[in-house]
């Protein structure tokens, strides 16, 4: 039996994925990657930070408290900075309107998906439209989440803690022994 753990993640990570406007299909030239996982501790980041250079791309990371949690409790970024892999923990969804792409807001910026499918930054949205963009972004990514439950996405893979991507199992192969 697979947990379900894994097909409730998955459905979290495409829904956010495609409300932030990347293609649901691999790219030609692949900019960001999507995980999940329990939360995360110093060196389950530098590890993050590790498959980020392993794959050259930037990820988004959802966090789950626990395996049976509903949702997720945390959005993070590891975005490759000019000298460094950055882990940027507590990013807030935003979306200016109920059709526009959700964005991420992290500390004093702004980051979206461009034409390019590669993760850029802005200045933020006004302060008097947080609130009601980030009801707005999450009424949304929820009723994704919820469309898309139950879904069986393959090639995604499970990357064993501090191990590298190339002992990465496919989620298909893992099973509850219970």
């Known amino acids: 039996m697979t947990h379900p753990y894994l097909a409730r993640s998955q459905a979290w990570a495409l829904a956010l994925r495609t409300l932030m406007g990347y293609p649901p299909h691999q790219p030609t ?3 960001m990657s999507f995980c999940t996982s329990g939360p995360r501790d110093f060196a389950d980041i530098v590890h993050l930070t590790q498959l980020a250079t392993q ?3 930037d990820m988004l990371h959802l966090t789950f ?8 409790c945390l959005v993070s970024l590891v975005l490759h900075q000019p000298l460094c892999v950055e882990w940027m923990p507590g990013c807030q969804l935003y979306a200016a309107s109920e059709k526009a792409p959700v964005e991420l807001l992290q500390g004093e910026r ?5 034409d390019r499918n590669q993760l850029v930054s802005d200045k933020l949205p006004p302060r008097h439209l947080l609130v009601r963009g980030e009801q707005i972004a999450w009424a949304r990514w929820r009723k994704a989440a919820a469309d898309m439950d139950g879904i069986e ?3 995604n893979k499970f990357v064993p803690q ?3 991507l190339a002992d990465a199992l496919p989620t ?3 099973k509850v022994v219970g």
């Open 29 to 31: 030239r692949q900019t």
């Open 55 to 57: 794959t050259r791309t």
């Open 65 to 72: 408290a626990e395996l049976d949690d509903p949702e997720p």
């Open 110 to 114: 702004r980051w979206c998906i461009d």
């Open 153 to 155: 996405l393959t090639g």
């Open 162 to 164: 501090g191990k590298p």
């Open 172 to 174: 298909e192969a893992i």
